[in-house]
């Protein structure tokens, strides 16, 4: 865990260095407000009791009152500036990672539920962070020193002492921040491990109610959430016994100070107003420290939060060129020696893959589950990087390509195309914004969704559409693009899967009216049909050697057959 002044939210946030130079400020004002007032105390006090006559009291609480309302004042500026701070900040992170997410779309090792959890009550931590533990930190830093340089002109042996009891408190807070460090690590991972599995089980729980098991789910949920109540009871138990530790410390210091300022002025070695004021400035020296660490289980959960979002934001992204993307309708698509292996994974999920797309062509790409088939899709749109091998457009590599201009060029339908709760109409428009009307009904017509209004409207998780439907509005979006968005490459992952047989027909119809260059990956013999060549894709060491394309006979259908070991 980095330290209380987190660096890289330093780097990031303008908003963080802004509210650091106005904290320091602010703090110093504080200090000399302090020691004002200490001075105001013991003087008007010192002079009331040796010369029994309370000449000037109207003046000094008429002064007293001021400065106890400069620091009312600078007390309430530092929690609202870290407020606004903190607003800026979170705000900043969660566009980042929300970028960060959107260029690793298909990322393997995603975590939904503990991405929510992290952008939504994950990063609030930082209100804690900003409006309670760095003001205190601030005020740890500078009121010390100013009151400290105050007791060291007014008495040696009281500022030695507080320099040789004020080092025990950073001490003791080092110590425990790394107890609480990785009570707060053991708290997160549970925390979204818990968000997690509450996504999935309501995601699921039609099919669970179906078959019977959404009731062994609520137990399994149950058990997490004991887990998480008890790792953060055991962080707030940590939390506690710091406050009181510190607590203890601080005490002890100021009765050492107390008993040393009360030996030398009962023997005549101190004149009262002096004792006055260092015995009043003294607990002010260790106010700020303890609160410091009364604060710091604010700064654990506030700096674990920034560190998941940096984790999220820093994670190796796939980044391309500056070239501008080729059109693939005029030209041909080449991938050589192809590997990609997950990180983590004891296997390649493809192996030497060589396949050539020319424009206008439709290839088919069957196999196993797990074969390697929506892999290969991943790293035609730019979405993962190969281990090995290469994609190339005509000459130009696809890791020298502008990721936005090439996939400007491509049209997708994945197996469950993404929906937003707006109506058909806007749905298929994401396609081609601005395209007219009519060319949207022309696009579900060809999609085979006809009978769908424009007006339909689509609600949360595509509900109100039939998986039939949802597939068919996703091909209709595609076919948009292709035909007023400027794609000219088409990629689709079990295009008419869950389609009737006369709906799957007209679809195909449509998909061969415009002689696409499209990649197919299908399980269903209507489709292996209608494409110009098919590709098999299998786990490595079921067919071939490495890399090889071996012609077989044609199928039923006529389309001839490569079967490729990947």
Known sequence: MPGPLHPQLLARARATRTYLAAGVLVGTLTAVLVVAQAWLVSDRVAYVVETHRPDGLATTVGWLVLVLLGRALLRGVNPWLGQRAAAVVKGGLRRDVAAARLARPLDPRSDTGGLVELVTHGLDALDGYYAKYLPQLLLAVTVPLVVGIALLATDLLTAVIVVLTIGLIPFFMVLIGWATERRMNRRWAVQAKLAHHFADLVAGLPTLQVFGRARAQAIGLQKIEARNRAETMGTLRISFLSSMALELLSTLSVAIIAVSIGLRTVAGGMDLRTALFLLVLAPEV???????????????????????????????????????????????????????????????????????????EVVAVVGPSGGGKSTLLSVLMGFVRPTAGEVVLGDVPLADIDPDSWRARIAWVGQSPGLPERTVGANVALGAPGAPAEAIRRALDRAGAADLELSHPVGDESTGLSDGERRRVGLARALL??????????????????????????????????????????????????????????PVGTVGPVGTVAPSAPTDAGASVEEVRA
Not at 311 to 338: F, K, M, N, S
Not at 518 to 533: G, N, S
């Open 286 to 360: 260790y106010l700020p420290l303890r609160q410091v660490g009364a604060h710091y289980h604010d700064s654990a959960e506030g700096i674990a939060a920034a560190d998941r979002a940096f984790a999220e934001i820093d994670a190796p992204r796939v980044t391309g060129g500056l070239q501008a993307a080729p059109d693939p309708a005029t030209t041909p698509l080449h991938i050589r020696g192809l590997q990609v292996t997950y990180p983590g994974a004891d296997r390649p999920a493809l192996d030497g893959l060589d396949l050539q797309l020319a424009p206008g």
């Open 481 to 538: 693009r292709l035909n007023h968005g400027g794609a000219s490459l088409l990629l689709l992952d079990e295009p008419t899967a869950g389609l009737d047989s006369g709906t799957e027909a007209r679809v195909l119809a449509a998909l061969r009216e415009d002689r696409l260059t499209a990649l197919v990956v299908t399980h269903r013999p209507a489709v292996i049909a209608a494409c110009d060549r098919v590709v098999t894709v299998g």
